[in-house]
């Protein structure tokens, strides 16, 4: 199961076509270069039919920010619980 971005509040699910997202919290990893980041409970719309999960776009802009200031520091791998702002 993979996280999407997330383009409007409800919708039906562009994955299984079956679903509609409802809101709720996500795992979100992301790799490059030999560097894992993960967060935690990250607010997502997740699929009621399949589990997929779509992240906005202000949330996805702050994971991959904190993950890149995270790698550019060497972590290999890090785990990390999401705080809003």
Do not use: H, W
Not at 51 to 58: A, I, L, Q, R, T
Request: aromatic share 4%; proline share 2%; charged share 25%.
């Amino acid at each position: 199961m993979g996280t999407r971005l997330q383009t409007e509040e409800a919708m039906k699910c562009v994955i299984c076509k079956q679903g509609e997202t409802q809101p709720g919290k996500a795992t979100v990893t992301l790799e490059r270069g030999g560097s894992v980041v993960v967060f935690k409970s990250v607010p997502a719309e997740i699929c009621s039919n399949c589990g997929e999960e779509y992240v906005d776009e202000s949330t996805t802009a702050r994971l991959l920010s904190a993950a890149e200031d995270a790698m550019k520091t060497g972590v290999q791998v890090d785990v990390r619980e999401y705080i809003a702002a």
